[in-house]
C-alpha cells in the first residue's frame, strides 16, 4: 500500500508542474500588459540592483579559487570551522562571501568546493544551509531606509537575521555526523601559516592558469551565473502578477493567517507572507506597507527574509545542480531561520539594540567614522570582511606572479 501511494505521489508531482506551467503561459497570452510590466520590473531590479551589487563579488570569488586563496583560509581556519560548524576551513571563504553578499553566491561556492573534493556532501549540505543570507546592502539600505524610512531599523534586521543563521550553523553541525568527512588537519597551531601557505601554491600550480586567463574565465562564468539569476527574478515576477491576477494569494494568505499567530502576526501581515513566499523583496515590500505594528512588521519581514523565498530556493537549486547536494536540509534550514529570525528581531529590537547601534552604524551617521575609526557609514561590517579577503588575494597575485612569471 505504501509502495502505491509513492507511486502515485511520484506521477502526481510532474502533472501538477505541467498545469501549474500551462496556466502561467495561458495567464501570459489572456493578461499581456500586466505580465510585461512586471517582467520589467524584474528586468530593472536584476540590472540596477543584483548586477552591480553581485558582480564584483562573483568575480573575486571566482579569482579566490583560481589563485588557491581557498585553500589557504582552509588550512588556516580549521582550527575555527571544524569545532564549531563541523566544516572544513575552506568553508570560512564562503561563509564570509556569503554574510557580504548574500545568495545565492554561497551555493555557487560550495558547488564548487564540493566539485573540487574540498568537502563531502553532508559537509556541502550543511555549508549551504548557513551561509545564504539576504545581503548586508538589502537589510540596511533597502528594507531599513528605502521601506520601513528608519535606518535605525538596519542593524536590529541583520542582527535577527545574522544570528538565527549562526545558530542554525551551530545546530547543523550535528546533522549526518555518522557520515564520512574530509580529513581534519592534525599539524600544530605554530605551523599553520606555512602549511596553509604550502597548500596554496599547491593549489596554483594544480590550475596552471596565467593570471590573464585567470580573469577572463572569472568574469565570463560570474557573467553566466547572473544572467541565470536575473531569469529567477524576472520569472518571479511575473508569477507573483500572475498569482496576484488569479487570486492565488488569498488562500495562501489565509492559511499564512493562521500560521503565522504564534508569532504575533495578524491579518494586515498575511498577504505579505504570501508574496514572500515566492519573492523575498516583493514580501517585504508589502509588509513594510501595511498599517500593522512596527514589531508585527519587523518580525513578518525576518521571517520572510529567512525563508527567503521560491525564487531563492530555485536560484540555489541551479547553482547545485551540477553536484549531489541535497536541497532537503536547506529547505529545512530556510524554515527554521525565518523562525529563529523572528524570535530574535524581538529581542534586537528590545535589549541588544544599543549594542547593535553601536556595533553596526547606520547611513544617517554620513561621513562619521564606524567602530572601525576607518570605513565610513553602514559599509563597515561588509568591507572589513572584503577587506581581509582582498589582503589573503595579495598573497595569491604574489605568489602567482612568482610562479608564472616569464623569464
Known sequence: MRHQMVIVTRGLAPLLTVIAVVVLALAIILFPQPVFQA????????????VPALLPFFIISQLFMGLGIVHFLGVLLEPVMRPIFNVPGNGAFVMAMGYTSGSPISAMLTAQLRQQGLVTKVE?????????????????????VGMLHDPALGPVLAGAHYGANFLIGVLFRFYGRQQPATQPVTYSLLALPRRAWQAMIQAQQRDGRPLGKLLGDAVSSSFQTLITIGGFIILFSVI??????LGVLKPLSNFL?????????????SLALAAGCLEMTMGAKFASETSALLMEKLVAISLIMGWAGLSILGQ????VSPTDLRLGPFIVARLLHGFLAAVLVRFCQGPARPVLLTLAPTPTQGLEQSWLGVWPGYTGFALTLMVLLLLMAGLGLGAHYFLYRRP
Open 257 to 269: 493567517l493562521y500560521a503565522g499567530r504564534p508569532l504575533g502576526l495578524g491579518p494586515e501581515t
Open 316 to 319: 540555489v537549486a541551479a547553482m
Open 39 to 50: 517582467a520589467l520590473r524584474g528586468l530593472k531590479a536584476w540590472w540596477e540592483i543584483v
Open 240 to 245: 507573483i502578477q500572475v498569482a496576484t491576477l
Open 124 to 144: 556541502g549540505e550543511r555549508l549551504i544551509c548557513f551561509t545564504n543570507n539576504a545581503s548586508p546592502l538589502f537589510m540596511l539600505g533597502a528594507v531599513a
